[in-house]
């Protein structure tokens, strides 16, 4: 059974950091690459992070470009989510992705319709 599990959420004042973790199982994801998306209340799905499967040169969204890092540990099966500097609108649910369809990919996808494994979303409130 393939799953994907968040970890790391919580509620945070502004200005505050918090890590975010996703724990793969049931198949091999190191060969993949890794997204993070979140989605507020009544909006849709927002790109924030990808990695590929090498962990080189991350692809960011505009919105947490400069404030995340993205990274994984493919031995540990884990990609992990820094953010910090946080703001009110990043107050969302956020949601570890995977791109499990071509391995060693180097082109990283922002579309949430390109990734194929969820996790079932972690909750990150920022508060002023």
């Given amino acids: ?3 994907l599990v968040e970890s790391g959420g919580g509620s945070v ?8 973790s996703c724990a793969a199982s ?9 997204g993070w ?19 080189g040169i991350p ?3 505009d919105s947490v470009k400069g404030r995340c890092t993205i990274s994984r540990d493919n031995a ?7 953010m910090n500097s946080l703001k009110p609108e990043d107050t969302a ?5 995977a791109d499990r369809k071509v391995p060693f990919i180097r082109v990283l996808s922002t579309d949430p319709d390109n990734y194929d494994y969820w996790g079932q979303g972690t909750q990150v409130t920022v508060s002023s």
């Fill in 93 to 97: 649910v956020y949601y570890c992705a």
């Fill in 13 to 20: 004042q502004v200005g505050g950091s918090l890590r975010l």
């Fill in 26 to 34: 049931g198949r091999t994801f190191s060969s993949y690459p890794m």
């Fill in 59 to 61: 692809v960011y969204g």
């Fill in 1 to 3: 059974q393939v799953q």
């Fill in 76 to 82: 540990e099966n884990t990609v992990d989510l820094q």
């Fill in 37 to 55: 998306f979140r989605q507020a209340p009544g909006k849709e799905r927002e790109f924030v992070a990808a990695i590929n499967w090498s962990g």
